[in-house]
T-cell receptor, first 114, second 116 residues
Framework: AQSVTQLDSQVPVFEEAPVELRCNYSSSVSVYLFWYVQYPNQGLQLLLKYLSGSTLVKSINGFEAEFNKSQTSFHLRKPSVHISDTAEYFCAVSEIQGAQKLVFGQGTRLTINP | ETGVTQTPRHLVMGMTNKKSLKCEQHLGHNAMYWYKQSAKKPLELMFVYSLEERVENNSVPSRFSPECPNSSHLFLHLHTLQPEDSALYLC???????????????FGNGTRLTVT
């Protein structure tokens, strides 16, 4: 069975600073990888996903994540954050074959300080 | 109205009460889900419905009883809950169950449940 570990429960950064939210996964088979974002008082929404092909995937609001198979990681980055990026970010993994369950990490709360 | 709507947004109930959470999706999806979100824990999948048929039940205590009368509506009936059941309960839908690579989950804003 697959599992996801988000190494930081909280990440505080200043506005316009870069940020990296870490995600590592464990699986015995190939996986799809996802980042979901939960803004305050809202449900989760898909931010970006890796299915195949280029290991670097990007969202429309400036986030990007890179799939690293050898390190089993899918870290999320943004070169310059904005106050509106304040949210909780969840990494998730789904095995390509088999039960295809979607397993979430514990979440990382990103707080942007002015 | 679009997306996934959950009511109520907040609910406080005693351990002997019976209450229900409601979810409605306006996306024409075939699958609906209940998730439990507790602080500092991964989202826990509770139930999955596909075309009104329950296809997954992840060892959820019987004090939680789901109901899916049609593909647009999902309920979670609550009875004799415990304080540790306090959490944010999220409803989600997707076009097809399980095919997360091409059928992403769309979540509602959740119901914040407090059991006293």
């Amino acid at each position: 069975a697959q599992s996801v570990t988000q190494l930081d429960s909280q990440v505080p950064v200043f506005e316009e600073a870069p940020v990296e939210l870490r995600c590592n996964y464990s699986s015995s088979v190939s996986v799809y990888l996802f980042w979901y974002v939960q803004y305050p008082n809202q449900g989760l929404q898909l931010l970006l996903k890796y299915l195949s092909g280029s290991t670097l995937v990007k969202s429309i609001n400036g986030f990007e994540a890179e799939f690293n198979k050898s390190q089993t990681s899918f870290h999320l980055r943004k070169p310059s954050v904005h106050i509106s990026d304040t949210a909780e970010y969840f990494c998730a993994v789904s095995e390509i074959q088999g039960a295809q369950k979607l397993v979430f990490g514990q979440g990382t709360r990103l707080t942007i300080n002015p | 109205e679009t997306g996934v709507t959950q009511t109520p947004r907040h609910l406080v109930m005693g351990m002997t009460n019976k209450k229900s959470l409601k979810c409605e999706q306006h996306l024409g999806h075939n699958a609906m889900y209940w998730y439990k979100q507790s602080a500092k824990k991964p989202l826990e999948l509770m139930f999955v419905y596909s075309l009104e048929e329950r296809v997954e039940n992840n060892s959820v205590p019987s004090r939680f009883s789901p109901e899916c009368p049609n593909s647009s509506h999902l309920f979670l009936h609550l009875h004799t809950l415990q304080p540790e059941d306090s959490a944010l309960y999220l409803c989600a839908s997707s076009q097809e169950p399980g095919q997360y690579y091409n059928s992403p989950l769309h979540f509602g804003n959740g119901t914040r449940l407090t059991v006293t």
